[in-house]
Protein backbone atom coordinates (compact mmCIF):
# COMPACT_ATOMS: atom_id res chain seq x y z
CA UNK A 1 0.00 0.00 0.00
CA UNK A 2 2.94 2.24 0.97
CA UNK A 3 3.50 2.51 -3.21
CA UNK A 4 0.20 2.68 -4.43
CA UNK A 5 -0.41 5.80 -6.09
CA UNK A 6 -3.95 7.57 -6.15
CA UNK A 7 -4.67 10.66 -8.82
CA UNK A 8 -5.26 13.60 -7.46
CA UNK A 9 -7.84 15.73 -8.52
CA UNK A 10 -6.16 18.78 -8.08
CA UNK A 11 -2.74 19.86 -9.40
CA UNK A 12 -1.78 23.33 -7.83
CA UNK A 13 0.06 22.59 -5.08
CA UNK A 14 3.07 19.97 -4.84
CA UNK A 15 2.20 16.65 -2.57
CA UNK A 16 3.35 13.05 -2.56
CA UNK A 17 1.43 10.01 -0.88
CA UNK A 18 3.02 9.46 2.59
CA UNK A 19 5.12 6.16 3.03
CA UNK A 20 3.67 3.67 5.63
CA UNK A 21 6.72 2.38 7.68
CA UNK A 22 6.33 -1.01 8.81
CA UNK A 23 7.74 -0.88 12.03
CA UNK A 24 6.38 1.96 14.02
CA UNK A 25 4.91 1.96 17.32
CA UNK A 26 1.52 2.94 18.41
CA UNK A 27 0.91 6.33 19.00
CA UNK A 28 1.52 7.33 22.63
CA UNK A 29 1.07 10.95 22.24
CA UNK A 30 4.48 12.34 22.53
CA UNK A 31 5.03 12.28 19.08
CA UNK A 32 7.86 14.75 18.39
CA UNK A 33 9.65 16.60 15.34
CA UNK A 34 13.28 16.88 14.08
CA UNK A 35 13.65 19.87 16.43
CA UNK A 36 11.65 18.81 19.22
CA UNK A 37 8.53 19.91 19.22
CA UNK A 38 5.35 18.19 19.71
CA UNK A 39 1.78 17.90 17.80
CA UNK A 40 -0.77 19.56 19.64
CA UNK A 41 -2.22 22.01 17.65
CA UNK A 42 -4.51 20.88 14.14
CA UNK A 43 -5.76 23.30 11.67
CA UNK A 44 -8.26 22.01 9.32
CA UNK A 45 -9.66 23.84 6.31
CA UNK A 46 -13.10 22.52 5.02
CA UNK A 47 -13.18 25.07 2.08
CA UNK A 48 -11.41 26.78 -0.38
CA UNK A 49 -13.84 29.30 -1.20
CA UNK A 50 -14.57 32.48 0.02
CA UNK A 51 -17.05 35.52 -0.15
CA UNK A 52 -14.69 38.29 0.68
CA UNK A 53 -11.40 39.28 -1.86
CA UNK A 54 -9.25 40.67 0.51
CA UNK A 55 -6.06 41.40 -1.00
CA UNK A 56 -3.96 39.90 1.57
CA UNK A 57 -5.62 36.46 1.17
CA UNK A 58 -7.63 36.22 -2.03
CA UNK A 59 -7.31 39.06 -4.51
CA UNK A 60 -9.94 39.91 -6.67
CA UNK A 61 -7.43 40.30 -9.33
CA UNK A 62 -6.44 36.56 -9.14
CA UNK A 63 -9.44 34.97 -7.99
CA UNK A 64 -12.70 36.03 -10.14
CA UNK A 65 -15.31 34.25 -11.60
CA UNK A 66 -13.26 32.28 -13.93
CA UNK A 67 -10.84 30.96 -11.15
CA UNK A 68 -11.55 26.86 -10.64
CA UNK A 69 -12.08 26.44 -7.21
CA UNK A 70 -11.98 22.49 -5.67
CA UNK A 71 -14.66 20.24 -7.06
CA UNK A 72 -16.71 18.57 -4.09
CA UNK A 73 -16.06 15.21 -5.22
CA UNK A 74 -12.18 16.32 -4.08
CA UNK A 75 -13.21 17.89 -0.62
CA UNK A 76 -12.56 15.51 2.07
CA UNK A 77 -15.76 13.74 3.89
CA UNK A 78 -17.06 15.20 7.12
CA UNK A 79 -16.49 11.00 8.18
CA UNK A 80 -12.74 11.40 6.32
CA UNK A 81 -12.37 14.43 8.12
CA UNK A 82 -13.19 12.74 11.76
CA UNK A 83 -11.40 9.92 11.07
CA UNK A 84 -8.12 11.75 10.32
CA UNK A 85 -8.66 13.78 13.53
CA UNK A 86 -8.96 11.27 15.51
CA UNK A 87 -5.64 9.55 14.60
CA UNK A 88 -4.20 13.12 15.09
CA UNK A 89 -5.42 13.22 18.33
CA UNK A 90 -3.71 10.07 19.24
CA UNK A 91 -0.61 11.60 18.11
CA UNK A 92 -1.07 14.40 20.41
CA UNK A 93 -3.25 16.99 19.16
CA UNK A 94 -5.21 18.73 21.90
CA UNK A 95 -7.07 21.76 19.59
CA UNK A 96 -9.06 21.71 16.69
CA UNK A 97 -9.25 25.10 15.00
CA UNK A 98 -11.65 25.08 11.03
CA UNK A 99 -10.72 27.33 8.75
CA UNK A 100 -11.42 28.40 5.54
CA UNK A 101 -11.72 29.89 2.77
CA UNK A 102 -14.55 30.74 4.55
CA UNK A 103 -15.60 27.23 6.99
CA UNK A 104 -19.18 28.57 7.22
CA UNK A 105 -20.06 28.58 3.77
CA UNK A 106 -19.34 24.67 3.73
CA UNK A 107 -23.09 23.39 3.91
CA UNK A 108 -23.97 21.30 6.81
CA UNK A 109 -20.57 22.33 8.56
CA UNK A 110 -22.40 21.60 12.12
CA UNK A 111 -22.69 18.06 11.73
CA UNK A 112 -19.05 17.97 11.17
CA UNK A 113 -18.57 19.70 14.67
CA UNK A 114 -21.04 17.31 16.04
CA UNK A 115 -18.65 14.30 15.02
CA UNK A 116 -15.45 16.27 16.13
CA UNK A 117 -16.70 17.73 19.51
CA UNK A 118 -17.74 13.61 20.72
CA UNK A 119 -13.60 13.35 19.84
CA UNK A 120 -11.81 12.46 23.48
CA UNK A 121 -7.98 12.85 24.03
CA UNK A 122 -6.70 9.19 25.18
CA UNK A 123 -7.20 10.27 29.02
CA UNK A 124 -11.05 11.15 28.20
CA UNK A 125 -10.63 14.99 27.89
CA UNK A 126 -12.78 16.89 25.23
CA UNK A 127 -10.61 19.10 22.46
CA UNK A 128 -10.40 22.63 22.57
CA UNK A 129 -12.61 22.55 19.44
CA UNK A 130 -12.93 25.98 17.25
CA UNK A 131 -13.66 27.72 14.34
CA UNK A 132 -11.90 31.09 12.25
CA UNK A 133 -14.37 33.21 10.04
CA UNK A 134 -14.55 36.31 8.60
CA UNK A 135 -18.26 36.43 10.27
CA UNK A 136 -20.55 37.49 7.17
CA UNK A 137 -23.22 35.13 7.96
CA UNK A 138 -22.14 34.39 11.61
CA UNK A 139 -25.41 36.12 13.32
CA UNK A 140 -27.78 33.42 11.41
CA UNK A 141 -25.33 30.31 12.62
CA UNK A 142 -24.13 31.17 15.96
CA UNK A 143 -26.54 29.59 18.09
CA UNK A 144 -26.43 26.32 16.00
CA UNK A 145 -22.51 25.72 15.76
CA UNK A 146 -22.68 26.44 20.00
CA UNK A 147 -25.26 23.94 19.83
CA UNK A 148 -23.49 20.92 18.05
CA UNK A 149 -20.60 21.19 20.16
CA UNK A 150 -18.24 24.28 19.30
CA UNK A 151 -16.33 25.70 22.32
CA UNK A 152 -14.81 29.02 20.78
CA UNK A 153 -14.52 31.28 17.69
CA UNK A 154 -12.63 34.31 15.85
CA UNK A 155 -13.36 36.94 13.77
CA UNK A 156 -11.55 38.45 11.42
CA UNK A 157 -12.53 41.94 11.10
CA UNK A 158 -9.80 44.20 9.85
CA UNK A 159 -11.61 47.41 10.15
CA UNK A 160 -14.03 49.72 12.15
CA UNK A 161 -14.69 52.19 10.10
CA UNK A 162 -17.44 51.09 7.14
CA UNK A 163 -15.48 51.99 4.20
CA UNK A 164 -12.27 51.06 5.40
CA UNK A 165 -14.25 47.79 5.63
CA UNK A 166 -15.50 47.38 2.73
CA UNK A 167 -12.25 48.45 0.60
CA UNK A 168 -10.27 45.67 2.52
CA UNK A 169 -12.87 42.62 1.99
CA UNK A 170 -13.58 44.14 -1.61
CA UNK A 171 -17.13 42.85 -1.32
CA UNK A 172 -18.79 45.79 -0.50
CA UNK A 173 -19.46 44.18 2.89
CA UNK A 174 -20.85 46.16 5.65
CA UNK A 175 -19.15 45.95 8.87
CA UNK A 176 -22.41 46.22 10.92
CA UNK A 177 -23.25 42.66 9.69
CA UNK A 178 -19.83 40.84 11.18
CA UNK A 179 -20.35 43.08 14.43
CA UNK A 180 -23.55 41.86 14.97
CA UNK A 181 -22.65 38.41 14.53
CA UNK A 182 -19.66 39.10 16.79
CA UNK A 183 -22.76 40.13 19.16
CA UNK A 184 -24.74 36.86 18.22
CA UNK A 185 -21.63 34.63 18.90
CA UNK A 186 -20.80 36.45 22.58
CA UNK A 187 -24.99 35.76 23.35
CA UNK A 188 -24.67 32.02 22.28
CA UNK A 189 -21.73 31.42 24.80
CA UNK A 190 -19.20 30.96 21.99
CA UNK A 191 -16.70 32.47 23.97
CA UNK A 192 -13.84 33.91 25.07
CA UNK A 193 -14.20 35.35 21.13
CA UNK A 194 -11.09 36.77 20.22
CA UNK A 195 -10.88 39.28 16.82
CA UNK A 196 -8.54 39.42 14.38
CA UNK A 197 -7.07 42.23 12.60
CA UNK A 198 -4.45 41.94 10.08
CA UNK A 199 -2.74 45.45 9.89
CA UNK A 200 -1.54 46.75 6.40
CA UNK A 201 0.72 50.12 6.61
CA UNK A 202 -1.22 52.38 4.94
CA UNK A 203 -4.16 50.47 4.03
CA UNK A 204 -6.04 50.13 7.61
CA UNK A 205 -3.66 51.24 10.43
CA UNK A 206 -5.30 54.24 11.26
CA UNK A 207 -7.99 51.31 12.40
CA UNK A 208 -5.70 50.43 15.43
CA UNK A 209 -6.72 52.39 17.87
CA UNK A 210 -10.67 52.31 17.10
CA UNK A 211 -10.93 48.67 16.84
CA UNK A 212 -9.08 49.18 20.44
CA UNK A 213 -10.93 51.57 21.71
CA UNK A 214 -14.28 49.92 20.71
CA UNK A 215 -13.10 46.47 22.16
CA UNK A 216 -11.94 47.52 25.03
CA UNK A 217 -13.74 46.42 28.25
CA UNK A 218 -16.00 43.92 26.12
CA UNK A 219 -14.57 40.86 26.97
CA UNK A 220 -12.96 40.37 23.48
CA UNK A 221 -10.00 39.83 22.51
CA UNK A 222 -8.45 41.94 20.00
CA UNK A 223 -5.51 40.63 18.22
CA UNK A 224 -3.18 42.43 15.87
CA UNK A 225 -1.60 40.61 13.47
CA UNK A 226 1.36 41.26 10.78
CA UNK A 227 1.18 41.72 7.26
CA UNK A 228 2.21 38.01 6.12
CA UNK A 229 4.05 36.41 2.90
CA UNK A 230 1.42 33.56 2.58
CA UNK A 231 1.14 32.35 -1.05
CA UNK A 232 2.07 34.08 -4.02
CA UNK A 233 -0.62 35.95 -4.98
CA UNK A 234 -0.63 39.01 -2.40
CA UNK A 235 2.18 41.20 -3.20
CA UNK A 236 3.38 41.35 -0.18
CA UNK A 237 5.99 43.47 0.33
CA UNK A 238 7.99 44.23 3.61
CA UNK A 239 7.31 48.13 3.80
CA UNK A 240 3.48 47.19 4.18
CA UNK A 241 4.12 45.55 7.42
CA UNK A 242 3.65 47.40 10.48
CA UNK A 243 5.89 46.13 13.51
CA UNK A 244 3.68 44.67 16.59
CA UNK A 245 5.80 46.50 18.26
CA UNK A 246 4.29 49.69 16.87
CA UNK A 247 1.15 49.10 17.32
CA UNK A 248 1.54 48.24 20.93
CA UNK A 249 3.50 51.49 21.12
CA UNK A 250 0.08 53.59 19.86
CA UNK A 251 -1.97 51.89 22.01
CA UNK A 252 0.20 52.35 24.79
CA UNK A 253 0.47 55.89 24.25
CA UNK A 254 -3.28 56.26 24.68
CA UNK A 255 -4.34 53.09 26.46
CA UNK A 256 -1.50 52.25 28.64
CA UNK A 257 -0.60 48.35 28.73
CA UNK A 258 1.78 45.83 30.34
CA UNK A 259 2.86 42.96 29.26
CA UNK A 260 1.73 38.90 30.41
CA UNK A 261 2.90 35.85 30.17
CA UNK A 262 1.92 32.92 27.54
CA UNK A 263 -0.36 30.93 29.22
CA UNK A 264 0.79 27.58 27.15
CA UNK A 265 3.81 26.37 25.14
CA UNK A 266 3.65 27.44 21.91
CA UNK A 267 1.19 29.97 21.84
CA UNK A 268 1.92 32.33 19.05
CA UNK A 269 0.23 35.88 20.26
CA UNK A 270 2.19 37.96 22.92
CA UNK A 271 -0.27 39.13 25.55
CA UNK A 272 -1.35 42.72 26.95
CA UNK A 273 -3.25 43.68 29.14
CA UNK A 274 -4.73 47.06 29.83
CA UNK A 275 -3.20 48.45 32.59
CA UNK A 276 -7.23 49.92 33.96
CA UNK A 277 -8.51 46.21 34.08
CA UNK A 278 -10.38 46.56 30.68
CA UNK A 279 -9.23 43.58 29.17
CA UNK A 280 -6.30 42.68 26.83
CA UNK A 281 -4.89 42.44 23.54
CA UNK A 282 -2.61 40.25 21.57
CA UNK A 283 0.30 40.43 19.19
CA UNK A 284 1.39 38.09 16.63
CA UNK A 285 4.77 38.96 14.78
CA UNK A 286 5.24 36.57 12.35
CA UNK A 287 7.67 38.76 10.30
CA UNK A 288 9.36 40.35 12.80
CA UNK A 289 9.50 37.99 15.15
CA UNK A 290 10.22 34.57 14.41
CA UNK A 291 7.94 31.64 16.66
CA UNK A 292 9.02 29.24 15.00
CA UNK A 293 10.97 27.36 17.47
CA UNK A 294 7.54 26.59 19.47
CA UNK A 295 5.08 25.44 16.75
CA UNK A 296 3.17 22.71 17.64
CA UNK A 297 0.73 23.13 14.57
CA UNK A 298 -0.12 20.63 11.70
CA UNK A 299 -2.57 21.93 8.75
CA UNK A 300 -4.96 20.01 6.90
CA UNK A 301 -6.01 20.96 3.67
CA UNK A 302 -9.78 20.47 2.21
CA UNK A 303 -9.05 18.11 -0.43
CA UNK A 304 -6.84 16.46 2.44
CA UNK A 305 -3.21 17.52 1.85
CA UNK A 306 -1.30 17.80 5.36
CA UNK A 307 1.31 20.84 5.48
CA UNK A 308 3.99 21.14 7.92
CA UNK A 309 4.13 24.90 8.09
CA UNK A 310 2.05 28.22 6.65
CA UNK A 311 4.48 28.83 4.06
CA UNK A 312 5.08 25.59 2.76
CA UNK A 313 5.25 24.72 -0.51
CA UNK A 314 4.84 20.85 -0.59
CA UNK A 315 2.07 19.04 1.14
CA UNK A 316 1.37 15.32 1.88
CA UNK A 317 -1.60 13.19 0.36
CA UNK A 318 -3.62 11.79 3.26
CA UNK A 319 -6.69 12.20 1.48
CA UNK A 320 -4.93 8.89 -0.98
CA UNK A 321 -4.56 6.61 2.42
CA UNK A 322 -7.85 7.95 3.50
CA UNK A 323 -9.54 6.73 0.39
CA UNK A 324 -7.26 3.87 0.09
CA UNK A 325 -7.21 0.41 1.93
CA UNK A 326 -5.20 1.87 5.19
CA UNK A 327 -5.79 1.26 8.61
CA UNK A 328 -5.86 3.37 10.96
CA UNK A 329 -2.78 2.07 12.41
CA UNK A 330 -0.89 2.21 9.21
CA UNK A 331 -2.67 5.71 8.64
CA UNK A 332 -1.07 6.81 12.36
CA UNK A 333 2.25 5.10 11.41
CA UNK A 334 2.75 7.74 8.28
CA UNK A 335 1.58 10.72 10.05
CA UNK A 336 4.40 9.89 12.28
CA UNK A 337 6.67 9.62 10.26
CA UNK A 338 6.31 12.95 8.65
CA UNK A 339 5.74 14.61 11.61
CA UNK A 340 9.18 13.11 13.11
CA UNK A 341 10.55 14.65 10.26
CA UNK A 342 9.63 17.83 9.99
CA UNK A 343 12.43 20.84 10.43
CA UNK A 344 10.58 23.87 9.16
CA UNK A 345 11.11 27.06 10.28
CA UNK A 346 10.06 29.50 7.34
CA UNK A 347 10.24 32.69 9.10
CA UNK A 348 13.14 32.05 11.30
CA UNK A 349 15.00 31.42 8.14
CA UNK A 350 13.61 34.57 6.50
CA UNK A 351 14.65 36.92 9.60
CA UNK A 352 18.19 35.35 8.79
CA UNK A 353 18.07 36.42 5.12
CA UNK A 354 18.10 32.59 4.19
CA UNK A 355 15.35 32.85 0.86
CA UNK A 356 13.35 30.09 -0.24
CA UNK A 357 14.64 27.80 -3.32
CA UNK A 358 13.72 29.54 -6.72
CA UNK A 359 10.50 27.81 -8.63
CA UNK A 360 8.90 26.67 -5.38
CA UNK A 361 5.32 27.71 -5.02
CA UNK A 362 4.41 28.57 -1.37
CA UNK A 363 0.52 27.38 -0.94
CA UNK A 364 -2.24 29.92 -0.45
CA UNK A 365 -4.09 31.44 2.49
CA UNK A 366 -7.11 30.52 1.83
CA UNK A 367 -6.24 27.46 0.52
CA UNK A 368 -4.40 25.95 3.82
CA UNK A 369 -6.33 28.39 6.74
CA UNK A 370 -4.53 31.37 9.24
Given at each position: MADKVIPLADHRYAASVPRIPLDAAPPSGLLGDALGRPLRDLRISVTDRCNFRCSYCMPKEIFDKQYSFLPHASLLSFEEITRAARIFVAHGVRKIRLTGGEPLLRKNLEVLIGMLSALRTPDGAPLDLTLTTNGSVLARKAQALKDAGLQRITVSLDALDDTVFRRMNDADFPVHEVLAGIDAAQAAGLGPIKVN?????GTNDDQILPMARHFRGSGTVLRFIEYMDVGATNGW???????????????????????????????????????????EIGVISSVTQAFCADCN???LSTEGKLFLCLFASHGHDLRALLRGECSDAQIA??????????????????????????????????????
Open positions: MVVKRRMDEVLPSSEVVARIHAELPLHELEPTVLGETAERWRYTDGGGRARAAIGLIWQQRADRYSELRSAGVAMADGERRVEMHYIGG
